[in-house]
Structures are given as C-alpha cells and as structure tokens.
C-alpha cells in the first residue's frame, strides 16, 4: 500500500522558518516527481514546489526566493525549507508524489495534509 507521510508543520511568526518533510513509502519502484501544494479555506489547491528524481525544480511566483524544495532520491524524501514566511503563506500543505510502483503501475498520492499558521 501506498502512502506519504509529512512532517513538520506548525505555528511561526511572520518572517520566521519552518521545514516540511514527506516520505514515500510502499511498493515503489520509482519515484518521478514530488512536490508541494497548498489550499486555503474557500481556495483551490495550489503548487508551491516540485522537483524531479533529475533535481529539476519548479516554484510558485509566490515562493521563489524564500522556499526551497529538495529531495532524497535513496530514502524517497522530500524537504521543503520555508523562510521569510508571510501570513499569506498559511495554508494545509499536501505533500504529492508520482511515479511507478512494482509492476509497471503509475501512481499518483496525495499526503494527509499538515498545517502551517503564520501568525504574530
């Protein structure tokens, strides 16, 4: 079975740091890509950052220069260092994860979810 767990969310001040985790566990043979989205109340969900097994990244406008993405292809992890947080940042953040399980299968998973408050 399937499934990622994150990590790492929680209350910090406006300007303050923060770093999610989120590992993939299962029957993976590979993992093609992870990243980060987040949805606040009465928003659609939104990318924050991705990165491929290649270390290709992708951010959100929003995010570039203060969130950085990266990940453990060995131990199928992925970070995300979130600094100069801003209360505008607050959001569930889910963690996602593409790729083939054993037996040639595409997958597509989706984490439970993890808050993040940024809020003096």
């Known amino acids: 079975q399937m499934q990622l767990v994150e990590s790492g969310g929680g209350l910090v001040q406006p300007g303050g740091s923060l770093r999610l985790s989120c590992a993939a566990s299962g029957s993976i043979f590979s993992v093609n890509a992870m990243g980060w989205y987040r949805q606040c109340p009465g928003k659609e969900r939104e990318l924050v950052a991705a990165i491929t097994s290649t270390g290709r990244t992708n951010y959100a406008d929003s995010v570039k220069g203060r969130f950085t993405i990266s990940g453990n292809n060995a131990k199928n992890t992925v970070y995300l260092q979130m600094d100069s947080l801003k209360p505008e940042d607050t959001a569930v953040y889910y963690c996602?994860?593409?790729?083939?399980?054993?037996?040639?299968?595409?997958?597509?998973?989706w984490g439970q979810g993890t808050l993040v408050t940024v809020s003096s």
């Open positions: 996602n994860a593409a790729g083939l399980q054993t037996g040639a299968r595409y997958f597509n998973i």
